[in-house]
């Protein structure tokens, strides 16, 4: 490490550095920068940023790693100042953060850090974000895909709390194994279920980091979604309503937040009041969880009707599946309210395939009771262009399983509102 007043005339020239209040408080840091660029870096504090940025010297920083904890809480001011110097400069912003309260972090994102990872730094975290900045734009052709905020239909309809709906949260026990998939095209079904008496159906994207029901629809994420999970007291269910966006004027959609946020942002009372206000304007809410379960999973699971628990054929997933089970046992939490469904389940005709899902369902106790075949490449290229596969692969077979899924839930309920009657 170089300490940036040092520099001069020093062969490497510096192209990152660490602004902190004091660096030592961030070994693991000092070991990753040293590991990811050698000598070419400096420290400096956040006094010594705004001066540095001014130098000729400056031109050269690629970006910088702004380095703060709960300590840095009070000067969050001066911090903001240094991020917001940095992004007119042309300097990335990387935030680290140990401990921040999600307030402080948030606006350290809005301001225009690019990038945050937590401290004490995950193996490699430092040089996956480094790789994330120095990644080139993303093609005009997928930007161009983003349709404008202003263009976008909002919904249509006035909340009116006259309905009770019925709220089936789905959570991808692994990373990857395609809840957020199941989640969208379920929720399109449903909304496409009945041609003269569709439900009202909403999806609400819960994953609040990695949330990608917007993508899958192509939809923007709007400020509005931040101001109501910091704030759910003060919402009513109008402003709720308001804040969603919709997909082709059927799908009402709460979109995950534009920025990343901890996952205990909200309170298991924010979730609380979320659903409830859902519940009661739609007839169906359709809720995508993030993989880790946190305090409020309980919540979700409390008010879910049926609770969709998306797994794969292999190991991680059945040994997850075996952990969450044992969890909610333990907690004596509804466990029999999950479904689990096993997506690219084998086909018919594969007889080893499906020997295995019978020995794992035997083995973890559990039954399997929706199977999604694998739709290959389709799926895909389905969410990169923002729609459900009925638009876009209407014969798929993965579109053809939830759809006769969202067929039978939809009639179920129909036969239970009219018992109810
Ligand atoms: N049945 C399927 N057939 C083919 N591709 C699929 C299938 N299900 C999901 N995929 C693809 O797998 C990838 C992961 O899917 P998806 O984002 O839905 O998973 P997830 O569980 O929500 O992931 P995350 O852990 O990131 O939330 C996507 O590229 C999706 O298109
Ligand atoms: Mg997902």
Redesign the pocket.
Known sequence: MASVAQLHPEPAPVVACTVSRDVQNFDLLIEDMETELGESWGDLSFADAMVFFDQPDAAALEFIAVAVDDEDEPNLAQISAVVTAARDKGIRVILIADQMSPAGLHQLLRLGAEDFVPYPLPEGALHDSIERLRRPAPPPATASAVVPETAQPHPTFAAKGDRDGVILPVH?LA????????AVNLAWELANSSKTNAPCVCIIDL?LQ?G?VATYLDLPRRDQVFEILSDTPSIDSDTFVQSMLTFNDKLHVFTSPADMLPLDFITSDDVGRILAMARANFDFVIVDMP?AIVQWTETVLNAAHVYFA?IELDMRSAQNALRLVRALKAENLPHEKLRFAL??APGFTDLSGKSRVKRLAESLSIEIEVM?????KP??QS?DHGLPLAENSAKNP?RKEIQKLAKQISDLNKAVETARK
């Open positions: 991808g990373g990857g194994v395609g809840a957020t998939s199941f994953d990695f990608s993989k998306l997506n690219r999604l075949p694998d739709g290959g799926v895909t969410n993965l």
